[in-house]
C-alpha cells in the first residue's frame, strides 16, 4: 500500500464530520454537497443563501488551502478533458438521481444509520471499484 | 444573518477537512477504489473520522427542540430503498471513479484554478441541470395524464 496517509485523513475526516455537525446542530440542515450544489444552480426559495454561503466557504477554504496543504492540488491521475467530462455529467446527474453524494449519503446519512444511504455508499463504491478496475487493470491505467 | 456565517465558515472547515484528508487528489480517490492494485486505505479513514464526529452530533441533535439557529431540523425523512437510489449512485459512483472527482473536492479545487477541475465542475453543472429537465418533463407529462400524483420531495 503506497500513499496510504491514516492520521492525515482521519484528521481531514474528523473536520468534514465538525463541519458537516456544525450545520446540522446550529442550521439544522444536512451538508450534503451535491445537494447544495443543486440548489445553487435551480434556486429554491429560503434555501439559497445558506447554501450560496457554503460554497463559497468551500471555495475561500480551498484558496486556504494552497499555502496550507503543499500537496493538496497534486492531483496525480488526471484524465483528458473528454472523459472528465463524462464523469461530471455521470457525478451531477448520478447524484440528483440518487439524492446524495459522498457527504450526504457517505458522512450524514452513514452517521444518522439511514439505511438508505448506507445503500447508496455501497452501490458507488462499488460501481467505483468497477470502472477503477477496468480502468487500470483492463485498459492499462491509461484512458 | 447568523445562519449564514454559519454556512460561511462550515464551508471552509469543510473544505480544509477534504484537503488536509487528501481528498482534492484523485490519485488518493482512485487509490482507495483500487482494491485489486496498490489499495490506499486513506478515503476509509476519512469516512471513520468524518461519521464518527457526525453519529455522536445527529444523537445530540435528536435531544434537541430545534437547531440553535434555526426553526426547525431539516432531515430527510424517506426510508423506502427504490430503483432510483441505487440507479443514482451506481452512475454516481462509475463517475467518480472515472473522474476521482466527487462534488465537495471538485468545488473546493475549483480554487486552484486547474482547468481539469474547471472541465468537470462545468459538466457536473450540466448533469444536475440535465436531471432537473428530465424530471421538469415527466412531471408535466404526468400532470397532464390527468391522474393525482404525489411527488416526494428532493433532499
Known sequence: ?143 | MKAALTSFISGIVFALGLGISGMTRPIKVIGFLDFFGNWDASLAFVMLGAITVYFIAYRLSRKMPSPILAPAFSIPERTRLDARLIAGAALFGAGWGLGGFCPGPAITALASGASPVVVFVAAMSIGTFLYTLTTEMRMSKLRSASTVVQVAPDS
Open chain 1, 1 to 143: 500500500m503506497h500513499n496510504f496517509t491514516p492520521i492525515a485523513s482521519l484528521m481531514g475526516g474528523i473536520l468534514v464530520g465538525l463541519s458537516a455537525s456544525t450545520m446540522l446542530l446550529m442550521n439544522g440542515k444536512i451538508a450534503g454537497i451535491s445537494g447544495i450544489f443543486a440548489g445553487i444552480l435551480n434556486p429554491v426559495k429560503d434555501d439559497t443563501l445558506w447554501k450560496s454561503c457554503f460554497v463559497v466557504g468551500l471555495l475561500v477554504g480551498g484558496m486556504l488551502l494552497k499555502p496550507l496543504v503543499s500537496t493538496a492540488y497534486d492531483f496525480g491521475v488526471v484524465r483528458p478533458y473528454s472523459v472528465l467530462a463524462v464523469a461530471g455529467l455521470l457525478v451531477g446527474y448520478g447524484t440528483r438521481l440518487g439524492n446524495g453524494c459522498t457527504s450526504g449519503h457517505g458522512v450524514c446519512g452513514i452517521g444518522r444509520l439511514s439505511p438508505r444511504s448506507l445503500v447508496a455508499t455501497a452501490t458507488f463504491i462499488a460501481t467505483g471499484a468497477i470502472v477503477v478496475y477496468l480502468v487500470n487493470h483492463i485498459l492499462g491505467g491509461q484512458l
